[in-house]
């Protein structure tokens, strides 16, 4: 079985950590001073790089190769070939506790925590605690948690991942060094796409790749897994279609033309591409969905074009040209069609014809008066 593309890809530097910058730097600057705090707190969108920068906190940390090597310490990285660094990688190291906090909430768990933590280390110089979903504990156990955080043992580091910061109560995140980690544009998940691809020798069309992307919703480890499954279901060579039927969406171009025609009111052409797009087997809710999506970029281009800039983050360059032409088409009775497709889409959920609701809402609006 060959390794998850996640985790065979998963950053080994902080250098190979994407679009993250500040964090990164903050982290590297502290693991050069050795000025490493006891407890980080990591918020952000789930596959941004949390568990990643964890596990090299946990590194940097206990390296060996940096604490015999004050020039290599310099670096503020790991070398990745040490005993510690290389047990670490392997998920082997007996002084890396990782703890899923959706599993195990309670306070027995914190119990045995507290316990594990005044145990100094078996081989490394640190003890390091990730706890993930950390907004899922108990009261309780956040109560017992906190004792802990407020005098931990010096050889011990503390980091807590969630991706629902507001759920972690304020007692515990004012112990800890905050860092929130961002969302990832659209390019730089393209871009770390093209590199798996390129090492891995797959072929993989343009529009594959995009739509990949953007599936992801700015989580790479959401984009790796999809590709993941798209080499189990088609090996080397992945097409459109491929992708397009493992997500349940049509790719850029087909939608970009069905919205053309509706911004142009052309009512014949609307209709006979939705019908093959039925044909076509795809989701018409998801289809809905993501018109809606279309629509409302090209509304709020129209209406304040200073908002390229934001979607420079969620969208390629190419798509974002065709949306900006799109959007000095759109008109006011573009935003009737809107609400019409809302309304459209929370029938068709429930409906055992989903394409009657968009159909009539397409030709109601779209009909010559
Ligand atoms: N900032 C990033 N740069 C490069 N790859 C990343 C980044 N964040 C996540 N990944 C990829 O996604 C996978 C899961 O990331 P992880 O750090 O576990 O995410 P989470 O934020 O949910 O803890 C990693 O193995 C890696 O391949
Ligand atoms: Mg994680
Ligand atoms: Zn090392």
Redesign the pocket.
């Known amino acids: 079985m060959p390794l998850a593309i996640?985790?065979k890809?998963?950053?080994t530097t902080f250098d190979?950590?994407?679009?993250?910058d500040l964090i990164v730097h903050i982290l590297q600057e502290a693991a050069k001073r050795g000025s490493l705090a006891h407890a980080y707190l990591f918020a952000?969108p789930?596959?941004?790089?949390?568990?990643?920068?964890a596990r090299l906190i946990a590194k940097v940390a206990n390296c060996k190769t940096r604490s015999t090597d004050p020039k290599f310490r310099t670096s503020g990285e790991p070398c990745n070939q040490c005993d510690e660094c290389r047990a670490i990688d392997d998920g082997r190291s007996l002084d890396v506790i990782e703890i899923d906090a959706a599993s195990n909430r309670g306070i027995d768990e914190i119990r045995n925590l507290k316990e594990s933590v005044r145990l100094s280390p078996t081989t490394a110089t640190h003890k390091v605690f990730i706890i993930d979903e950390a907004h899922m504990l108990t009261k309780e156990a956040f109560n017992a948690l906190l004792k802990t955080l407020e005098e931990p043992p010096s050889h011990a580091i503390f980091i807590l991942?969630t991706t629902e910061i507001e759920k972690i109560p304020v007692t515990i995140s004012s112990r800890t060094q905050q860092f929130y980690?961002k969302r990832?544009s659209l390019h730089s998940i393209v871009e770390?796409l093209n590199h798996i691809i390129k090492t891995e020798s797959l072929l993989v069309s343009h529009e594959a790749l995009d739509l990949i992307a953007a599936s992801a919703e700015g989580s790479?480890?959401d984009a790796?897994s999809l590709l993941d499954q798209l080499i189990s279901f088609s090996g080397k060579n992945i097409t459109l279609h491929d992708v397009e039927s493992m997500v349940g969406k049509v790719g850029f171009e087909k939608l970009s033309k069905f919205v053309g025609f509706i911004l142009e009111s052309k009512l014949e052409e609307t209709i006979e591409s939705l019908s093959s797009i039925a044909e076509g087997g795809y989701n018409l809710v998801q289809f809905t969905k993501d018109v809606l999506q279309y629509l409302r970029r090209v509304a709020v281009l129209k209406f304040n074009p200073k908002m390229s800039k934001l979607f420079e983050n969620e969208l390629v360059a190419d798509h974002l040209k065709q949306l900006i032409a799109h959007s000095t088409h759109f008109t006011d009775h573009h935003l009737k069609l809107i609400k019409q497709l809302i309304n459209a889409y929370s029938q068709m959920r429930y409906s055992q014809f989903p394409i009657i609701p968009l159909e009539v809402a397409l030709i109601e609006n779209l009909k010559k008066q």
């Open positions: 996640y985790r890809y998963r950053p190979d950590v994407i679009g993250q952000g789930r596959g941004t790089g949390k568990t990643t920068s991942a980690f990832v770390k790479f480890r790796e």
